[in-house]
């Protein structure tokens, strides 16, 4: 069985942070480069943040830049998405993806293997 979870969502205030967490089970994450995708109410799945399966390039949307950084920790099979400064229109549920690559990433969705089902953030006073 593989798979992945996500954590660390929650409810924030604007301005506020939240670590999410992306454990993989059942497979060695070390060779996939893994993406973080969101989707809010009403929107489609869009790609924000992604990291390399070898965690020399990382890729953030606009709408993250300078917020958001993704990180990765082989040894627990984890890959974290810190965001800092959130905002209201942050607050979507998030995704975490894994694609079997050592290239550099791309948060094109349909090109990764494994989803997680999960995590809700929202950003609201």
């Known amino acids: 069985q593989v798979q992945l979870v996500e954590s660390g969502g929650g409810l924030v205030q604007p301005g506020g942070s939240l670590k999410l967490s992306c454990a993989a089970s059942?497979?060695?994450?070390?060779?996939?480069?893994v993406g973080w995708f969101r989707q809010a109410p009403g929107k489609e799945r869009k790609g924000i943040s992604c990291?390399?399966?070898?965690?020399?390039?990382?890729y953030v949307a606009d709408s993250g830049k300078g917020r958001f950084t993704i990180s990765r920790d082989n040894s627990k099979n984890t890959v974290y998405l810190q965001m800092n400064s959130l905002k209201p229109e942050d607050t979507a549920v998030y995704y975490c993806?894994?694609?079997?690559?050592?290239?550099?990433?791309?948060?094109?969705?349909?090109?990764?293997?494994?989803w997680g089902q999960g995590t809700q953030v929202t950003v609201s006073s």
């Open positions: 990291i390399s399966s070898d965690d020399e390039m990382t």
């Open positions: 993806a894994a694609q079997w690559t050592t290239e550099p990433c791309t948060v094109v969705a349909g090109l990764y293997d494994y």
């Open positions: 059942g497979f060695t994450l070390d060779n996939f480069g």
